[in-house]
């Protein structure tokens, strides 16, 4: 199946060289570009993408703010893509207030290509982009020093089991699928279930959020262990 994809910036030499290299994938279809956020929700809206590129810097409309646009769309709306922030580290304060409005990671915009690459297919396969750990460390930063305005987050903890609430801190943690099955003793099918049914009962979208959830609601905390 083609992944069909949108890029969002409002440099034309990064536009042209992401859309020259995905395009040459195979299983990969670039759609439709924009210069900005603004245009880049209306391009998205017709153009029905499996994953948006966005930066996170651009004129009319940033990124943060387009990507809330695409993710909480108004009444008739129905298609929600998956959003891939672009960034550098300048900037991360902004990508993670992307990850918490539904964005499924962040990529730097100066990655190998193959990064790029693999991140499309990532997150066009709803797995979230965690990686490399250094995102991870700066998840737990921005959620401690910035409280979540959710109401007691805590409290939907109290519906997970033992072992779904064991899952939820290993992924908080960035484990794989296959790592927190090793840890655990489990088959990694067994794992798979085990996250869908917190994503489902604590209403998240996918890893990203819950990573940003489990530190929030005070499940893991920066530098423990």
Known sequence: ??????????QAMVRAGFAALLAAQSDIDVVGEAADGRAGVEVSRTTHPDVVLMDVRMPEMDGLAAARAILSPPPGVVHLPKVLMLTTFDVDDYVYEALRAGASGFLLKDAPPADLIAAVRIVAAGEA????????????DFATQRPAPRKDPSLRLKGLTPRETEVLELIARGLSNREIADQLVLAEQTVKT??????AKLALRDRAQAVIFAYESGLVRPGSS
Not at 194 to 199: A, E, P
């Open 1 to 10: 199946m083609t992944i069909r994809v949108i890029i969002v910036d409002d």
């Open 194 to 199: 085990h996250i869908g049914r917190v994503l």
């Open 129 to 140: 982009l965690l990686a490399p750990s250094v995102t991870r460390r700066l998840i737990a």
